[in-house]
């Protein structure tokens, strides 16, 4: 239904040719062809990659600039509402977050969790890529403030459903967004301090983690730094981080081996056709080669222009610079282009709010010139 919408409206009002439809219609015309010649297991997940990239092709390819912002303010409340319930039932119920991590396979409980409106852990990602929006958008001291609290909270929920990927990235994320805030000398000389702090903590970090712990006046905090500080620093090879790290190995080294892929394989079984299955990008790798890419550079490449441009609508071009490091970051450390969350925020979300915040500039302006008026 979804595909037969797009086309339909398509014929109807054309479709923008740029390098984000571009790519989004080669990687549709070659799962057609793994689909129609039974390719591998490509068919099982034929349905996931035409819906997950038909929101793409939809905000920028098909729909208007009106149409953007009506429908972004809808999607972008059911966002907030969903985000809202997910923090609640991962709070209240910390199996919640272990189940929708799919570490645990309880389809009943999955189920359970989706009628509360306890979304996946892709949402939990996502939220992170809106770090940069928080820290380099606003502009009053009633706007620093909400952020300020925003990330505050945003971070407590990471920590206590212990989501390992998702802290990573936050961390990497605020601390790149407070790069980009500067400008010329400051921020090369942020960068720098950033990439030699990255460098401590890689190379000590349980000293680091031990010491932020000790300091923190909550014991329930303190306990998840002290537990994520044993997950990666702690025999790393036996933790979830190792395996992790073993998983991205075999991926590289498929790639290595075998440099135009081993074929579209997605059963997601660990090792199985020499993929990981843990990163996107390391598992493409392995299944396209080279191929792989060609496919991630003119993505990223496309999908940060027309970011830019989006968000240059209110002269804010360097939150696109932000959100697509934070992104590639994201489909490095782990398996992506497979949730509608994902989709929503990266495809549709991110995009949208710039138009949506003129739009509520605009208003606002003009209802202060009706006021002045009478």
Not at 157 to 178: D, E, G, K, P, Q
Not at 190 to 219: C, E, H, K, P, Q
Not at 233 to 245: E, F, H, T
Request: aromatic share 14%; proline share 2%.
């Amino acid at each position: 239904c979804l595909m037969m919408g797009l086309v339909g409206y398509m014929m109807c009002n054309g479709l923008r040719i740029n390098g984000v439809t571009i790519s989004i219609l080669i990687y549709y015309l070659v799962f057609a062809m793994f689909f129609v010649f039974d390719i591998a297991d490509a068919s099982a997940h034929i349905r996931v990659s035409f819906t997950f990239w038909g929101l793409g092709l939809m905000f920028f390819g098909v729909i208007d600039e009106k149409s953007k912002v009506s429908l972004g303010k809808k999607l972008l409340l059911i966002f907030a509402i969903t985000c809202i319930t997910s923090a609640i039932g991962v709070a209240l119920d910390n199996d919640a977050a272990r189940t929708i991590a799919h570490a645990a396979a309880d389809d009943a409980m999955q189920s359970l969790y989706k009628a509360r409106n306890i979304s996946s852990i892709y949402l939990f990602q996502c939220m992170v890529c809106f770090i940069p929006v928080l820290v380099l958008l606003p502009k009053t001291r009633k706007a620093k403030i909400c952020s300020v609290v925003a990330l505050i909270i945003m971070l407590l929920v990471l920590l206590n459903a212990s989501f390992t990927i998702s802290i990573i990235v936050y961390v990497f994320a605020f601390l790149l967004s407070l790069c980009f805030k500067q400008k010329g000398a400051k921020r090369f000389c942020l960068m720098l301090a950033l990439t030699v702090l990255m460098l401590i903590v890689f190379l000590n970090g349980s000293t680091v983690l031990t010491y932020i712990g000790s300091i923190i006046d909550n014991s329930r905090i303190s306990e998840r730094l002290y537990e994520f500080r044993d997950l990666v620093y702690n025999d790393a090879y036996d933790s979830d981080v190792g395996q992790r790290l073993q998983l991205y190995d075999i991926s590289f080294k498929t790639f290595i081996e075998n440099p135009f892929g081993v074929g579209p394989h997605y059963s997601y079984h660990k090792f199985e056709d020499g993929i990981g299955y843990h990163s996107k990008i390391f598992d493409d790798l392995a299944r396209y080669g080279v191929l792989a890419i060609a496919f991630y550079i003119v993505f990223f490449a496309s999908y940060y222009k027309s970011l830019k441009k989006e968000w240059g609508k209110i002269g804010s071009e360097r939150v696109a610079a932000a959100i697509v490091v934070i992104y590639f970051l994201l489909l490095v450390l782990n398996i992506g282009h497979r949730s509608g969350e994902e989709s929503l925020c990266m495809l549709f979300l991110l995009p949208a709010l710039p138009s949506i915040i003129l739009d509520y500039r605009q208003k606002k302006a003009m209802k202060l010139s009706d006021k002045i008026r009478s």
